[in-house]
Structures are given as C-alpha cells and as structure tokens.
Antibody, heavy 119, light 112 residues
Framework: EVQLVESGGGLVQPGGSLRLSCAASGFTFSSYWMHWVRQAPGRGLVWVSRLRGDGSRTSYAASVQGRFTISRDNAKNTLYLQMNSLRAEDTAVYYC????????????WGQGTLVTVSS | DVVMTQSPLSLPVTLGQPASISCRSSQSLLHNDGNTYLNWFQQRPGQSPRRLIYQVSKRGSGVSDRFSGSGSGTDFTLTISRVEAEDAGFYYCMQGTHWPWTFGQGTKVEIK
C-alpha cells in the first residue's frame, strides 16, 4: 500500500525557515517524480515544486522560486522541502504527492502538514 | 500560466440525482504528444485530495463508476451519475499539459 506521511510543519516567524519531510512507503520511491502542493486555509490547491526520481531535475512555482528547495534521500525514501525567507502568504497545508508516470497527474497524496507564518 | 475556471462554485445536489461540474481552461490542453492532461480531484472535509479522473475520462484506481469525465480542448465536465452522501466536499480540476500545473478554484458539492 502506497503511503506518504508529511511532517515538519509548525509556527514560524516571517523571514524564518522550516524543513518539511515526506516519508514514502509501499513503492519504489527512487523511480518516481514527487511533488509538493499547498493549500492556504479555506483556499484551493496550488502546485509548488517537483523533483525527478534520481534528484537530477527540479521545477518550482514562481511564487517560491529562490526561497524553497526540494530534495530527496532515496536511501531513506524521504522527500524534503526546505523553505527559507518565509512570508505570511506561505501559510498553508503542504501536501506531498506521487507523480503518476505518463498521466501528468498525482495519484497518491499525503495527509498534509500545516505551516503557519506569523509573528 | 493557464487559468482554470470552474463553475458553479457551489452546487447543492439531491441524493440520487445527477450532478455536473464544468471546467474551462484559458488555453487548449491538447499536448504535443496527442494526449489531453486534465485531472479531477475530490477533497472531502478534513481530508487530502483524492484523484478521481485523469486524461479527461480515465477513472483512477478504486473510483466508483458513478464518476465520469468528458470534454476536449478547453472545455471539460465531471459528472456524478447518482449523488451519494459521501460525495459531499470540494472538487478540483487540474491541468497537467502546461507548466506550471494549475488547478481550478474548486466547486463545493453540498447535499440538500
């Protein structure tokens, strides 16, 4: 059974940093692109970033480019999102998701972790 | 970025009746490879999103055949043939043809 479990969320001050983790199980982690998608309170879904299975290619939404860094440790089956220079508008539930090859979509989602940026 | 526009934003439905949600994109979602990458997701209250439909009309694993998708180019529809109580929640379309991937603003399905 595919499982994705996010952790690392919490309260952080504006300008601060936080690292999210997504522990994966039930599939060959290194073979899949992985994504981060976020959802501000009461709002819709927004794609944030993606990372190729071998860690060689990344993409970011313009709103986080230069501040967020996606990475992975395939030996630990874990995806990360390093978030720096956090702003109030980064407040959201962050979901990790598994890319479904050939469908240009996400077939499995984690339960999400809440990041709150506030003084 | 491609703008995805859903309608209606709120949809009161009667149990056992059909329901439809429209999704329109600001650009054609027909990819150079010949496929159209339009997905539909369901998000029940307090839960993470769940994929219902991919590539316009293909149902995801374990998805009820009460859910169907249709459309082409810039106009797409999600149809629930007979609404059940468990269908309450938000529904989002998402395009995977153009980078960055973008979502519709969501449609709230409420049971009358």
């Amino acid at each position: 059974e595919v499982q994705l479990v996010e952790s690392g969320g919490g309260l952080v001050q504006p300008g601060g940093s936080l690292r999210l983790s997504c522990a994966a199980s039930g599939f060959t982690f290194s073979s899949y692109w992985m994504h981060w998608v976020r959802q501000a309170p009461g709002r819709g879904l927004v794609w944030v970033s993606r990372l190729r299975g071998d860690g060689s290619r990344t993409s970011y939404a313009a709103s986080v480019q230069g501040r967020f860094t996606i990475s992975r440790d395939n030996a630990k089956n874990t995806l990360y999102l390093q978030m720096n220079s956090l702003r109030a508008e980064d407040t959201a539930v962050y979901y990790c998701g598994r890319d479904d090859p050939g469908t240009n979509g996400i077939d499995y989602w984690g339960q999400g972790t809440l990041v709150t940026v506030s003084s | 970025d491609v703008v995805m526009t859903q309608s209606p934003l709120s949809l009161p439905v009667t149990l056992g009746q059909p329901a439809s949600i429209s999704c329109r994109s600001s650009q054609s979602l027909l990819h150079n490879d010949g496929n159209t990458y339009l997905n539909w997701f369901q998000q029940r209250p307090g839960q993470s999103p769940r994929r219902l439909i991919y590539q316009v009309s293909k149902r995801g694993s374990g998805v009820s055949d009460r859910f169907s998708g249709s459309g082409s180019g810039t106009d797409f529809t999600l149809t629930i043939s007979r609404v059940e109580a468990e269908d309450a929640g938000f529904y989002y379309c998402m395009q995977g043809t153009h980078w960055p991937w973008t979502f519709g603003q969501g449609t709230k399905v409420e049971i009358k």
